[in-house]
């Protein structure tokens, strides 16, 4: 008895201990609760060792020793007197923040990708951004004022009822959908090609993503790799228009047709894989594996610890153009000036180039920030990716230039060739490549649109029934 | 019950002073018992009703209602009128056939030596069977993949297989322990008397020892079948890209389709009940208690 009286009061002693804590959320009055919510492991946590340090031309040295969100409150509270409390989630999928809003799950700022967005805009879910966020004369606006010019037109020209993306959501991270391949496995040329997924050659020695949209994008490209590669598509006027509707078709005829060459590759890949290609890829097991250009920059720099080379390609037919942005929500802001000033200024603190740079060091992914007047986004590239003469000739590499204007000036003014930087030769088709693609990936590359219930519902059961088992395999023949 | 127990020890201890001696420590025991057995069972009953009970409903509402929020049927329609719903039905219920008859010959032997034979009460060669349970399911179907990928190479070539001896190596405990603990308590004096009468061996063990573990065999059969249809973690780590119905549910969900995805959960949930009313007919009278087990 005596031993269950102290077991109860352990418990009791638990509970008491444990009931403050739930209790923590009720900070003082004046403080501003700011509730985010992100992509895992989408942001950099500070904690840089001596070795992490990043040294740019200009002097700055960056070494945080505190995440981004612990440092924006330090620095809310100096610069507006005002104190606010990050609340930081994470979500793993797309399909999850959606779940977790819809059930009921308050945020205030929240970072979805492209399709998302626009679902979350059609169903009236944002708040859109404020006048004096999108003042381009005020300094402190670090994401107006310092994301790529390329970047800002492509959220331009997306328009949802008539209000352009722009309103509702700032850029975060961006980048393409391509393919990591081992080039002394495949050639460069076979990888150039989306139907390297089904190819023959490779069966079982491919991994692709256990995604519904970019397994779409891969069929759907597949399917129409003949026209859309033949250049009177290329070479008409309205080509970017038509090969974005073309890969943008959710009609029953073409899902089908896409479910029946998704279920080919089905067969032939190695997997579908959620995590495990980029170990798959290290490890030698499969030879290509389709990925985010984020993740394939991680995978090439894993790989390469291991004296393993890796290559990354943007297949020749189109490319998918993807990018996630910071949206606020009408039902976490409810109208609170303060919390969306808070809100806004979160977005601008991590658009600050140094705050970018960090990020992108820790995820390896593309920032949408250009820098605008600073240039430090550029050095930080050059610092990556730039090569001189001795270096080059170690290298056994060629030197070549390696122009970005575009990304820095807008595809208006891409031919200035004042943004170049000198790198090795393999870089074009490595690490900088996948970070930074070049115009011509630009050119050929696809957003790929939120589509309507009906198309969305088609390619959910068109994914679902690719994945089932085919009966006919079995009794057919 | 204590109560009861005092007259029990009354009837068999012959002395009135021991008497006294028992019904005065059980007095002490009630008074410091607090709990009765009644309030005793509600925690587990709450539980019950918060984590079985109504998400059970939430289920069935789902499972019978279309988006609009309207009564409908029109789900279960769809999943029976798609071949390829159907081929997924079939596929999971032949892994999880295979998986249970694979275990089953595998187990009954191991199980008949161990409580009957050559490993009789052997202790040692039990735990042997038994240890697997005591390690994360996850971390042997990795360690099954690195002895599989040295005997075959490219994993991905044969995923059906792989599939199979995965899940036998990851159920086979499941069904080890129900038939030892059957055939252990079969009392040998049975046995004995087959003998004396002039069975042979054979006949022995088809005559009495194989009927008389038809209870353990239909509990293992339970544990086994049931969790190998759904178990899809078994298959994404082995790179079997084919759903079966446990993927199949999680993919409506995340997909946030709850109504699709419940309709599965609805038909597998038939597909237990239907299997747990087939083996009561096996087992008669024990049904109840195994019932219980099984569908836990």
């Known amino acids: 008895m005596k031993r269950i009286k102290a077991l109860i009061a352990c418990m009791l002693l638990m509970a008491v201990t444990i009931l403050p804590l739930a209790g923590c959320g009720a900070e003082d009055s004046d403080t501003i609760v700011l509730r985010i919510s992100n992509w895992e492991e989408y942001i950099d946590e500070g904690g840089w060792t001596e070795e992490d340090a990043i040294e740019l031309e200009d002097g700055t040295v960056i070494q945080p020793e505190k995440s981004i969100a612990e440092e924006f ?7 507006f007197g005002q104190k606010v409390k990050v609340e930081y989630s994470t979500f793993g999928t797309n399909e999850e923040l959606y779940n977790q809003m819809t059930l009921g799950d308050q945020y205030d700022l929240v970072c979805p990708s492209e399709y998302m967005i626009m679902k979350l805009m059609t169903e009236g879910y944002i708040q859109p951004f404020s006048q004096e966020f999108m003042d381009t004369s005020n300094p402190d606006n670090y994401y107006v004022n310092g994301v790529s010019p390329y970047i800002r037109s492509v959220f331009d020209d997306l328009k949802i009822n008539g209000q352009a993306l722009s309103n509702c959501a700032a850029g975060y991270m961006w980048g393409t959908l391509g393919i990591v391949y081992n080039p002394d496995e495949v050639t460069e040329e076979e990888a150039a090609h989306w139907n ?14 256990d995604s519904v949209r970019d397994a779409f994008f891969a069929g759907i490209s597949i399917l129409n790799e003949n026209q859309i590669s033949s250049s009177a598509f290329t070479n008409a006027a309205d080509y970017r228009d038509r090969l974005s509707s073309t890969l943008n078709d959710t009609s029953k005829e073409t899902v089908d047709a896409v479910g029946d060459i998704l279920s080919g590759i089905k067969d032939n890949v190695y997997s579908f894989e959620t995590d495990s290609g980029k170990a798959d890829m290290a490890t030698g097991k499969v030879v290509a594996n389709m990925q985010w250009s984020g993740d394939a920059v991680y995978t090439l720099n894993e790989a390469e610890a291991d004296d393993l080379y890796l290559c990354y390609s943007a297949p020749e037919e189109s490319v998918n153009l993807w990018f996630d942005g910071w949206c606020m929500m009408k039902n976490g802001i409810q109208g609170d000036e303060k919390k969306q000033q808070a809100a806004e ?16 060091y820790y995820i390896g992914y593309t920032s949408v920030i250009s820098g605008g007047e600073s240039d430090q986004i550029l050095q930080y590239a050059d610092y990556c990716y730039g090569a ?17 204007d575009y990304f820095f000036l807008g595809r208006k003014n891409s031919e200035t060739g004042e943004y170049t930087i000198m790198t090795t030769e393999d870089q074009t088709r490595r690490q900088l490549f996948a970070q930074y693609p070049t115009e011509d990936v630009i050119n050929r590359s696809v957003v790929m649109a939120y589509f309507n219930k009906e198309g969305n519902e088609r390619i959910n059961q068109m994914w679902t029934d690719v994945r089932c088992f085919d009966l006919n395999k079995v009794f057919g023949f | ?21 028992y019904e005065n420590r059980m007095e002490t025991k009630v008074k410091k018992s607090y709990f009765s057995r009644k309030q005793l069972m509600i925690p587990y009953a709450v539980f019950l009703c918060f984590f079985v009970v109504l998400p059970l409903f939430v289920v069935l509402y789902y499972a019978f209602t279309n988006g609009d929020g309207n009564v409908s049927i029109h789900n279960f329609v769809r999943f029976f009128q798609n071949s390829k719903a159907i081929g997924t039905l079939v596929y999971s219920l032949a892994v999880a056939l295979l998986t249970t008859l694979f275990c089953l010959l595998l187990a009954y032997p191991a199980a008949y030596f161990m409580a009957k034979g050559v490993f009789r009460k052997n202790h040692t060669f039990l735990m042997l069977f038994v240890l697997p349970m005591w390690i994360n399911f996850t971390l042997r179907i990795t360690a099954m993949k690195e002895i599989l990928s040295l005997v075959e190479g490219n994993l991905a070539m044969h995923p059906f297989l792989n599939t199979i001896i995965c899940m036998v190596y990851d159920f086979l405990p499941f069904m080890i322990l129900p038939l030892y603990n059957t055939i252990v308590r079969l009392d040998d004096s049975l046995l004995e008397a087959a003998h004396d009468l002039g069975a042979t061996k054979r006949q022995t063990f088809f005559k009495v ?5 038809i209870p353990g065999i239909i509990s293992g059969i339970t544990m086994v079948f049931l969790p190998s249809m759904t178990n899809y973690v078994v298959l994404d780590m082995v790179y079997n ?18 109504h699709n995805g419940s309709v599965i959960s609805i038909i597998l949930l038939v597909i237990i009940l239907l299997i747990t009313l087939i083996s009561d007919k096996f087992t008669g009278q024990s049904a109840n208690e195994r019932q219980g087990g099984a569908i836990l």
């Not at chain 1, 001189?388 to 970005?404: F, I, M």
């Not at chain 2, 019950?1 to 001696?21: F, L, P, T, W, Y």
């Not at chain 2, 759903?243 to 993919?251: C, D, K, R, T, W």
């Open chain 2, 241 to 258: 890209s084919t759903y079966i119905m446990g993927s199949l549910i999680g993919s409506y969900f995340s997909a946030y389709d709850w």
């Open chain 2, 209 to 213: 020892v194989l009927p008389l573990s």
């Open chain 1, 345 to 360: 200024s979160f977005v601008n603190y991590v658009s600050m180039p140094e705050n970018a740079i960090r990020n992108m």
């Open chain 1, 73 to 79: 409150e330090q620095w809310y509270f100096e610069k």
């Open chain 2, 1 to 21: 019950m204590i109560s009861v127990n005092a007259k029990r020890c009354q009837h068999r201890s012959g002395a009135d002073h021991e008497v006294i001696i």
């Open chain 1, 388 to 404: 001189d003469e001795a270096e080059a000739e170690e290298a056994r590499e060629k030197l070549v230039e390696y122009p970005l």
């Open chain 1, 196 to 209: 390297l997924l089904s190819s023959d050659k490779f069966r079982k020695q491919i991994t692709i993503k």
